[in-house]
């Protein structure tokens, strides 16, 4: 057995060490670099230039609340009242909802919450808090900051109810009368200071002169119809292969299309209300990725899976691109 482990390993030194005497060519790399980089280069000039990319100017909060400001409006109790998206999503934000489930391990309840996320407070009260407002707001403000969480409850849940019910219809001004404390005033007055440009600056970044992390922004945009709406126009919603676009019909990420695909199927946008549908839609973002990962392992661990390594000796497809030098007899 040694013996002819010995020999094996003789043959493979003398064919690494071997001198090739097949067929030669000249390869000159520089020039072969040069016309590739010339090449790619007036492809990428033509396509910018016949495409074009779009500049499409940044949303924010005034648009929202001069576009839209009912809705605006109804976001903004929808935080105090603590049933909008955001206020219910749960890890890592609060402990709001549960979050998704693979099967039956919910990670984002194992991970727990790691970015703090209260959206009545920071969404509304510490940006109003944070400069001067008229009378009525600042005395909004007071009647919040010393009224008890039950009481506090009571106020948003009723407004945010009786601003739902479908005879006001999302509009306060045919909301019906009752005991909603400051909460009417909180919403009007982040609106106005919404709609004067001044919450862009303050919401962006609060107590820092710089800001890259812009978590609570995207979070209470996503909260209203604003985000939805900018996303149906420019083609970008899940059922849209919105991930893989950058607005429109331009060319976009790529590398997002298999996460896109699975988006695509029925079962990961069913409007189902019970079954498996239901269940993988509601839980789609995790089955997805899951999914995703374990296909990029698949592609990382070939060589070492039995069966899948040896598809490109079985397939053969080398034989085909060196077709020439099996032609040849070698």
Do not use: C
């Amino acid at each position: 057995m040694m013996a002819a482990s010995r020999e094996l390993h003789g043959v493979q030194h003398q064919l690494e060490t071997t001198p090739w005497r097949g067929p030669k060519r000249h390869y000159d790399i520089l020039r072969e670099g040069l016309i590739a980089l010339l090449v790619v280069g007036v492809v990428v000039v033509g396509l910018a230039s016949f495409l074009g990319s779009p500049d499409d100017p940044a949303m924010t909060f005034k648009a929202w609340a001069t576009d839209m400001p009912q809705d605006f409006y109804d976001t903004t109790v929808s935080e105090l009242a603590g049933t909008s998206e955001s206020a219910t999503y749960g890890p890592p934000y609060n402990t709001g909802g549960t979050g998704q489930n693979l099967g039956p391990v919910n990670l984002q309840t194992a991970m727990g919450v790691r970015i703090p996320v209260d959206p009545a407070t920071d969404f509304v009260i510490t940006p109003l808090q944070s400069q001067a407002q008229p009378g009525d707001v600042s005395a909004a403000l007071s009647r919040w900051a010393a009224a008890t969480a039950d009481q506090r409850t009571a106020w948003t849940t009723a407004y945010d109810n009786a601003l739902n019910d479908p005879a006001a219809g999302g509009d306060p001004t045919k909301v019906a009368s009752g005991d909603y404390g400051p909460v009417p005033t909180l919403a009007s007055g982040l609106e106005a200071m919404a709609a004067s440009g001044a919450l862009d600056g303050i919401l962006a970044a609060p107590g820092n002169f710089y800001s890259t992390d812009n978590t609570k922004q995207i979070l209470f945009m996503g909260d209203g119809g604003y985000l939805d709406a900018a996303a149906s126009a420019t083609h970008l919603q899940g059922n849209q292969w919105g991930m893989m676009n950058e607005t429109g019909s331009y060319p976009g990420q790529q590398w997002l299309a298999p996460f896109s695909f699975w988006y695509q199927l029925p079962f990961f946008n069913s409007e189902a209300d019970s079954g498996l549908a239901a269940t993988l839609t509601a839980n789609g973002d995790i089955y997805i990725m899951a999914i995703v990962v374990v296909f990029t392992l698949v592609v990382m661990l070939l060589p070492f899976i039995p069966g899948l390594r040896e598809l490109p000796r079985v397939l053969g497809l080398h034989r085909l691109v060196w077709r020439r030098y099996y032609r040849d007899g070698h």
